[in-house]
């Protein structure tokens, strides 16, 4: 019994061991696999204009008002009527360019930004902008957004120019 079985085993090995006849399967279209790349430019964002409130005459503020100003460059002054707004108000701008067609994403490093007083204080400033920019789809691949946005200012807010950086982040979807 253990001759049978061992002769059995040498059979199975030599079975395995001997390469089976190579056989040519005709190649069709179905089984084909397809290679794809997407190249996309890198984007560029750039500043074209500043933010400006203009100016902001504080009245007798007794508690906070918040004064917003829109991607258009509209201003709303406050809700208390203790502040007038004058000036030539502008809301930021800016530049993206990349590859025609593409969804940007755009974002921003913080929810606020500080605005620092020549005379001491700070003001939050929180921007405002779109939450996607599409880059143009024929002809230009560049596209222009603006930046608004509110701060609040209360009774004790010392006067002054405020100044801030405002951090816009943008990125392929």
């Not at 279209?29 to 790349?37: D, F, I, P």
């Not at 503020?61 to 258009?72: F, K, P, Q, R, Y």
């Amino acid at each position: 019994m253990k001759k049978i079985l061992v002769a059995a085993a040498a059979m199975a090995a030599f079975a395995a061991a001997a390469p089976a006849a190579a056989q040519n399967a005709p190649v069709s279209a179905l089984t084909k696999a397809t290679a794809n790349a997407r190249l996309i430019k890198p984007l560029t964002l750039t500043a074209l204009r500043d933010l400006n409130f203009g100016t902001i005459v504080m009245g007798n503020l007794t508690g906070n008002d918040t004064v917003s100003i829109s991607g258009a460059g509209v201003v709303s002054c406050g809700a208390s009527g203790n502040l007038t707004c004058a000036g030539t108000p502008t809301s930021a701008g800016y530049r993206i360019t990349g590859t025609q067609g593409q969804v940007v994403v755009v974002s921003s490093a913080a929810p606020s930004f500080p605005l620092t007083g020549s005379n001491g204080g700070t003001l939050s400033f929180v921007p405002s902008f779109p939450a996607t920019v599409t880059l143009g789809a024929v002809g230009s691949a560049a596209n222009d957004f603006s930046v608004g946005g509110s701060v609040v200012i209360g009774a004790t807010t010392p006067d002054g120019v405020y100044k801030g950086d405002i951090d816009i982040q943008v990125a392929y979807q």
